[in-house]
């Protein structure tokens, strides 16, 4: 397959990058510098060349959309539904990558693909937006919404937690949040999986929910990685537990994120694991840059 990944420079562009690479598919995965989605001129080019183009690239500060609100749906929601477009004119499939952020977090069941969306926050808003402009310029289009997404790179929640541990002796984390940490690498797998055989097989599409499989708080999540991150770190942080409300941030954030996966698995059965297990994956991977770093020091 030819395969176009756009925001190749981050965190989820990189882990298809280097799964697309070993699988041998044919690859573009240009990083914001080299092909800005909101520039339609460049994006329609690119999208001519591919067979699967698997969007990767967004505008993800939470935050800071609720004051760049014009930023923000230029790149979550106008840019994806031109992608879609240009897909549609050259015969491509668009894999658009989409959130637990567009449901409001209120239910005590996980979120299944047809339960109302309400989104508490500019971004999910964006992102809720952008589903609605891929389906309507393509029917035969793939939508993933997936949930707290990390990696050992860029700006996430397990790089913050490594960067504040190693400078605190506590640290307080939201308890009162309920969600599933997603590797990028799992995520990327996923992807990688799905566009390939749904271009392959014609279908079948639409929108379908990914993460890992379990559920945990972000303090769970935080006591995880200093768990696994005991060689990283001078001494392991104790994590307080504190609610949403202990923690004002700009945007809300649903208090409960969880998403059913039964559609993805019976329709395309992807690779999934456990939260647990692909966080000791990307932690053993770190550990594993530590260790080549201090022989290179030690030479």
Same mark, same amino acid.
């Given at each position: 397959?030819?395969?176009?990944?756009?925001?190749?420079?981050?965190?989820?562009?990189?882990?298809?990058?280097?799964?697309?690479?070993?699988?041998?598919?044919?690859? +573009?995965a240009p990083? +914001?510098?080299?092909?800005?989605?909101?520039d339609?001129t460049?994006? &329609?080019?690119?999208?001519?060349? @591919?067979?699967?183009?698997i969007?990767?690239a967004?505008?993800?500060?939470?935050?800071?959309?609720?004051?760049? +609100?014009?930023?923000?749906?230029?790149?979550?929601?106008?840019?994806p539904?031109?992608?879609?477009?240009?897909?549609?004119?050259?015969?491509?499939?668009?894999?658009?990558v989409?959130?637990?952020?567009?449901?409001?977090?209120?239910?005590?069941?996980?979120?299944?693909?047809?339960?109302?969306?309400?989104?508490?926050?500019i971004?999910?808003e964006?992102?809720?937006?952008?589903?609605?402009?891929?389906?309507?310029?393509?029917?035969?289009?793939?939508?993933?919404?997936?949930?707290?997404?990390?990696?050992?790179?860029?700006?996430?929640?397990?790089?913050?937690?490594l &960067?504040?541990?190693?400078?605190?002796?506590?640290?307080?984390?939201?308890?009162?949040?309920?969600?599933?940490?997603? *590797? @990028?690498?799992?995520?990327?797998?996923?992807?990688?999986?799905?566009?390939? +055989?749904?271009?392959?097989?014609?279908?079948?599409?639409?929108?379908?929910h990914?993460?890992?499989?379990?559920?945990?708080?972000?303090?769970?999540?935080?006591?995880?990685?200093? =768990?696994?991150? @005991?060689?990283?770190?001078?001494?392991?942080p104790?994590v307080?537990?504190?609610d949403?409300?202990?923690?004002?941030?700009?945007? &809300?954030?649903p208090a409960?994120?969880?998403?059913?996966?039964?559609r993805?698995?019976?329709?395309?059965?992807?690779? &999934?694991?456990?939260?647990?297990?692909?966080?000791?994956?990307?932690?053993?991977?770190l550990?594993?840059? =530590?260790?080549?770093?201090?022989?290179?020091? *030690?030479?």
């Open positions: 397959m030819k395969l176009l990944v756009t925001g190749g420079g981050g965190q989820l562009g990189l882990a298809v990058k280097r799964l697309a690479v070993a699988a041998g598919h044919q690859l +573009r990083t +914001r510098a080299e092909l800005d989605i909101t339609d460049a994006l &329609r080019a690119a999208c001519a060349w @591919a067979d699967v183009v969007n990767a967004a505008y993800t500060d939470v935050n800071r959309a609720e004051t760049e +609100r014009e930023a923000a749906f230029a790149a979550n929601a106008t840019a539904g031109r992608l879609a477009e240009h897909c549609r004119t050259g015969g491509s499939l668009p894999v658009h989409s959130t637990d952020y567009v449901f409001d977090g209120r239910s005590e069941n996980p979120w299944r693909e047809t339960d109302a969306t309400g989104p508490l926050n971004y999910g964006s992102k809720r937006a952008g589903e609605d402009a891929v389906r309507a310029a393509l029917e035969h289009h793939l939508i993933v919404r997936t949930s707290w997404v990390y990696s050992e790179t860029g700006r996430n929640f397990l790089t913050t937690m &960067r504040l541990g190693a400078e605190r002796d506590e640290l307080g984390v939201v308890a009162d949040q309920i969600g599933t940490p997603t *590797s @990028a690498e799992d995520l990327a797998a996923a992807l990688l999986h799905l566009g390939v +055989r749904a271009r392959r097989d014609e279908g079948p599409f639409g929108t379908y990914y993460s890992a499989e379990g559920t945990a708080s972000w303090a769970d999540f935080a006591e995880a990685i200093f =768990e696994e991150a @005991a060689e990283l770190l001078p001494a392991r104790q307080k537990r504190i949403s409300s202990d923690f004002p941030t700009p945007a &809300r954030r409960y994120s969880v998403l059913d996966c039964s993805i698995v019976a329709d395309f059965d992807p690779p &999934r694991r456990s939260w647990q297990e692909g966080l000791q994956a990307v932690m053993d991977r550990k594993a840059q =530590e260790r080549e770093q201090k022989k290179v020091e *030690s030479r």
